[in-house]
Structures are given as C-alpha cells and as structure tokens.
C-alpha cells in the first residue's frame, strides 16, 4: 500500500481490517480466538468479534470444532484456487523450481511482500533429501532474511515507506536500516544477480538462504525465489559460487518462458 492510500477517502477501512483478521493466521495455529487475533491484529476484541462473526458467516472462517476458536474457512480455499489458476507464471514455475531444489538439495521458495513481511505462498522440496521446516504461510522479517532484503531492494519507492512503517520496527528496522539493506541488495543484484543477506544477521540461525526477483507482467511489484538450507548444507561460498548462479540462471529460464526481458530494477526505486 502507498503512503497516500490509506487517507483515500475511497479506501475501506472496515474492509482492511476483516483482512487483517484474516491474514493473522499461520499454518501452524491451532485455531486462533478473538483475544490472539486482537493481539496479531492490534484491533480491540470488540471489533475484532465483529469481524469474525461476519467472516464465519461468509465462510472465510470456520470454527467447527471449537466455537471459540477459528480457523480459514472453505470460501478462503476457492479464493486460494482461483488467484492461483489466474497468475500464470506459478504453475509455469513448478517444474523448474523442482528441478533446482533437486539439483541443489534446497528448499525452493516463492515469496511475496505482505505489509511488512515477506510471506511464503510457494515451496518446493527436494525429493529424498531432508530440508528446512518453512511452510506456505510462513511469514519472514524484511531484515535478517534473504527474501527480506531481495524485497527492499526492488520495491517500487512509493511503497517502501508504508513498507518500513508496517514492519513495526521489527528486528529494529527503521528508515535508515532500510535504506542500507535496500543499497546492499541492489548493488549485489547488479553485480551477481542474487541477494544473500549476511548471515550473522539473519533472523534465524539454521536458515541460509539466497534470493533473487521476479517481476511477473500482471503483478505491481516483483516476487522473490528464493533457496534455502541449514548452513552446514549451505554454506555462503556455496550460495555465492553454485546455488545463487543456477538461482538466478532457472529464474532467466522463466523470464524466457514468459517471453520477458532479464529483470531490471525500476527507475524510480
């Protein structure tokens, strides 16, 4: 979201907020009730209440199992279907992503920007070979991760303000931490073609990764691939030397596919 959107007179702010319910959950909740999504969400409980009244209703959540608690609904799974039929370079991306967890015995990523996180909405893991636990639904801090840092270093400038703002200071990033991971990242993507943040940053200690963009033609913003491993598997001489290479080669191959030019970062970023 811009910085100027959400004092649109035309932006719901009732709407924004059923979404934010809806975007409290993670793969790993056990139901959540109105006092955890209050306090994912910032939103009082009472409105909160409201919210997943309206959304069970709908069917974007369910609590059948338990009524205090809730769960992502059936209508969220159509929703899920359908966005994923219409963009088409995911399903385009399935058969390379594997071959490169494969051939690399990495957990292949898709990763997207979501406020101020990075969500992953796709994983690919190598057959016969163990690799790390992240899921779909997984969010990752923009400072101290690979996708991170890929994300700031190629968001338009209109966002990255509100960007900054939504991470809410976590792992202590501000303007001027921004701004360095953002110099940081666009001087590796023009020198190597992929973004490794420095791991004595990141934000979890058996997580190396490497990442590197996309720009699909029917999204306002880039995406992020994204490979990762336990260091010991993934050492940084070989994120820099084998993986981020063959990363940044097997996302050229789908640019091809989809006829589009090597990404390049915009000018107003």
Partial sequence: MR????????????????????????????????????????LPKSTVSRLTYTLRALGYLSNARRRDRYRPGPALLALGNV????????DL??????????????????????????????TWRPRQVSSIWLEVGHRLPLSGSSSGHAVLGTLPADLLGGAVRAARGERGLDAAGAAEIRAQAQGQLAMQGFVIADPSTYFSPNVHAVSTPFQPRDLAEPVIFTCGAMPADLTLARMRDEVGPKLRATVRELEQIMGQGPFSQRQNV
């Fill in 3 to 42: 910085e100027d959107e959400a004092e649109d007179p035309r932006f719901l702010t009732t709407l924004a907020r059923g979404l934010s319910v809806l975007r409290a959950f993670r793969p790993s909740d056990d139901g959540l009730g109105n006092a955890e999504i209050a306090e994912r969400t910032g």
């Fill in 93 to 122: 991306a399935g058969p390379l992503m594997q071959r490169l967890a494969d051939q690399t015995g990495t957990l292949a990523l898709l990763a997207v920007r979501d406020e101020g996180r990075v969500l992953l909405v796709k």
């Fill in 83 to 90: 966005a994923a039929a219409s963009i088409s370079f995911v």
